[in-house]
């Protein structure tokens, strides 16, 4: 274990968990935009990339895109995906009171 700057098991930390301090970067709220990362444990080619995609699309999300993908060793990759939803965005761009 390092002992450099980011040591923490000798320090007393707050444990207390407050979501109302947790902010994700650059999120707004029900504009239909899902990104997510995982690994895999397959070579970064075209079939890796493929997984990827159904491995998404098992856990629910329609036609993601592998906007990242990265090898970490010799039989794992880093799977960055995105996808946007053009209808919610649509939806919420109208709002719930708008056209009527």
């Known amino acids: 274990m390092s ?3 980011y040591q923490i098991r000798d320090k007393d930390l707050d ?15 029900n504009d239909g935009k899902v990104q997510m990362s995982f690994t895999l444990p397959v070579k970064d080619d075209a079939k890796g ?3 990827a995609v159904q491995m998404a699309q098992k856990m629910g999300i329609a036609d ?6 990265q090898k970490l060793d010799e039989t794992y990759l880093l799977c960055g995906l995105r996808r946007s939803d053009p209808q ?13």
Request: aromatic letters at 2%; zero cysteines; hydrophobic letters at 30%.
């Open 3 to 5: 002992s450099g700057l």
């Open 15 to 29: 444990t207390t968990l407050d979501l109302t301090k947790l902010r994700p970067y650059g999120d707004t709220m």
């Open 49 to 51: 990339q493929a997984a």
């Open 64 to 69: 993601p895109n592998v906007a990242l993908h």
């Open 88 to 100: 919610r965005q649509l939806q919420r761009d109208r709002g719930p009171h708008r056209g009527r």
